[in-house]
């Protein structure tokens, strides 16, 4: 029962990392006056959690799509998509001498996320549904190969943009890439794309764990091979780009959290992708809450401190990957 | 009780007591890769596995062992012919009960997350219990008993991707085992094993096929080929195929024909065993 009491003890960190997100602020830690609490704390936590929920669950179902361990929920290039229309709108907006609002840029990212995700889905609809017989699996490699394409494209067009921004504004542009929670307080978005994503892949996960093992084999058991992957996909894709729209892009927390999660024995689908939403979301607003206060006045962005718990842990999971015997 | 009734008695009970034919293939024809267009496989091939048979498919390297146990399986495209399971077309078959009457192992697996012997045992078993049996999995009877059969009990808590060779083998027969359906199709479900683990191989299936179960599954090892076989299915690799009995079709003559190499059939404690001479085919054959 060592997966229950993971998913136990996650859900009491969760709780943990709310309570401390709505007490610690810039202004010190404690009750704030109820407006700075309902108007700022209260929906920064809960857009941090989302977020975090929705790429820890896009970062599982793309390892599990991927069979790669070390795919993340930016292998897609929807996030890069989601870069390049939140950083495009905040040019346009500038260049247009109006003043860009929260949702501006968050509408910028959807669209860029959407576009990102139409491109990946056009090229590979067909792809998805081959099922080799050989092991390997021709839809995971292509999918791999084309989502870093897309990045790559999106990645070249963020830093046109950054050449064509002015001064002003590309502190906010490089920010809005680190992944940021300042001034997040539209949550609704991410978690209603998150409860659809796993609304669309859970009630099937178990079929998720035989993919992993072989499409062929799979197909045997009676999974539509190519229905399934496009699901994961669309949910995948969904995930990431209200994520991202949200609170910029994040790194790490897809790629942590379930493989720490599979560390601790919560292994089989169906309980990791509940308990990756539960730890995804405590893990981004512990960090969040440890990122606005461990430098006030002055607030880090989410990402760097996201990145400084990731590098170390991607590396030692890269190194430690166990040999195969034969 | 008159003659007449008591006759036909006896016209009806063979019928009704022979064994069922659980998988049955008709004027079989496959390509490499499935594809029109691709080198042809074998063309024409007929067999019927009846309850209790053991058919062993041998050939050459790339003569098509694992593409027709696929296509047996359902998963390899066919070029012409057709494979019926319990009399009833594969596509006729819904996929999940499919997976209720055969079971399909392929030569490689992946492993790409860390996973125990356990639970990749029990992967395929018990397919509907949804997320409740990610739960339960650790106390289940069936499992301990055939990991047990496998002489994997006591690795069952170590991670498959830590697993030798031989040892992967064992857990994906174990997988296969545990699914539960009465045929058993096994692509090289020998290989990496050692000398002991191959007679345990053998004994199992041979248990396996001896209830209500088929096994049909494709081996390098002729001597293996030889102990398990009821029936044999020898492939050339030229687009030529033999299905029957093991008697008429493992003959050393013929093998060495197909491999390209001398064979000579000897007897060992009453097997045939199969030995490779030194010399070329058609100058140490006799």
Redesign the interface.
């Known amino acids: ?1 060592t ?2 009491r993971t998913i136990v003890l996650a859900l009491a960190a969760a709780l943990l990392a709310c309570i401390v997100g709505v007490l610690a602020g810039s202004s010190g830690f404690g009750l704030a006056s109820p407006d700075i609490m309902t108007s700022i704390r209260v929906p920064r936590v809960l857009a941090g959690f989302g977020a975090g929920a929705a790429l820890a669950v896009s970062g599982a179902l793309m ?1 599990l799509l991927t ?3 070390l795919a993340d929920p930016y292998v897609l290039g929807v996030a890069g998509g989601a870069a390049v229309g939140a950083l495009g709108a905040m040019l346009v907006a500038a260049a247009a001498g109006m003043q860009l609002s929260e949702w501006g840029v968050a509408g910028g990212a959807a669209i860029g996320a959407a576009a990102a995700s139409a491109l990946l889905f056009g090229l590979l609809w067909r792809r998805l549904a081959s ?1 080799a ?5 021709d839809g995971a490699a292509a999918l791999l190969l084309v989502g870093v394409m897309i990045g790559s494209g999106c990645s070249a067009l963020v830093s046109l943009i950054l050449t064509l921004a002015d001064e002003g504004q590309l502190r906010g542009m490089v920010f809005w890439l680190l992944g940021d929670l300042n001034g997040a307080t539209h949550w609704e978005i991410v978690w209603i794309a998150l409860a659809v994503a796993l609304a669309v892949v859970w009630p099937t ?2 079929e998720l ?2 993919l ?3 499409d ?2 799979a ?6 091979v190519g229905r399934r992957r496009r699901a994961v996909l669309l949910a995948s894709a969904l995930a990431t780009g209200a994520a991202v729209a949200t609170a910029g892009a994040i790194g790490f927390v897809g790629l942590v959290v379930p493989h720490a999660l ?2 601790l024995g919560v ?2 689908a ?2 990791l992708l509940p308990a990756s939403a539960i730890a995804g979301g405590a893990f981004v607003v512990a960090v969040d809450a440890v990122a606005r206060t461990v430098v006030a006045p002055l607030q880090l962005p989410v990402g760097v401190l996201a990145a400084a718990i990731g590098v170390p842990t991607f590396i030692a999971m890269l190194l430690a990957r ?5 | 009780m008159s003659d007449a009734a008591a006759l036909s008695d006896v016209d009806t009970k063979p019928r009704r007591d022979a064994p069922a034919i659980l998988l049955e293939a008709s004027a079989l024809s496959l390509r490499a890769g ?1 594809a029109a267009g691709n080198r042809l496989l074998f063309a024409g091939l007929d067999l019927r596995v009846a309850a209790g048979e053991r058919w062993v498919v041998v050939g050459p390297n790339g003569a098509g062992k ?2 027709l146990l ?1 296509a047996l ?4 495209p066919i070029a012409a012919g057709s494979v019926r399971v319990d009399g009833v077309e594969l596509a006729g078959w ?6 209720e009457r ?14 125990t012997v356990r ?1 990749t045992a029990a ?2 078993h018990r ?1 509907d219990s ?2 409740r ?3 339960d999995q ?1 106390s289940d009877p069936e499992v301990e008993r055939v990991l047990g059969r496998l002489l994997l009990a006591d690795l069952a808590d170590n ?1 498959v ?5 031989g ?2 083998q064992r857990v994906a027969l174990a997988t296969a085992l545990l ?1 539960d359906a009465p045929l058993l199709l096994l692509d090289e479900p020998a290989s ?1 094993l050692d000398l002991a683990h191959e007679r345990l191989l053998v004994d199992l299936l041979l248990a396996q096929a001896g209830g209500p179960g088929a096994v049909v599954a494709s081996l390098h090892d002729l001597d293996l080929a030889w102990d398990l076989a009821s029936h044999v299915v020898l492939i050339d690799g030229r687009g030529g195929v033999v299905a029957g009995l093991r008697d008429d079709v493992l003959v050393a003559d013929r093998l060495g024909a197909v491999f390209g190499v001398a064979i000579h059939g000897i007897e060992v404690a009453g097997a045939r065993r199969f030995v490779v001479g030194p010399n070329p085919i058609g100058r140490g054959a006799s």
């Open positions: 029962m997966s229950l390892q069979r790669n361990a099922t017989t050989s092991s390997g699996g996960a178990r764990d035989w992993a093992r072989g062929a084999w197909a045997t058991l009676g999974v539509p599979r560390r292994r089989a169906p309980l166990p040999g195969r015997g034969r | 499935g694992s593409s696929a399986a359902g998963v390899f819904a996929p999940s009960a499919l997976a055969r079971a399909w192992s392929p030569q490689f697996w992946s492993d790409p997350f860390p996973a639970e992967l395929a397919r949804g997320w049996g990610a739960f650790r991670d991707q830590t697993l030798s060779g040892e992967r699914q990496h």
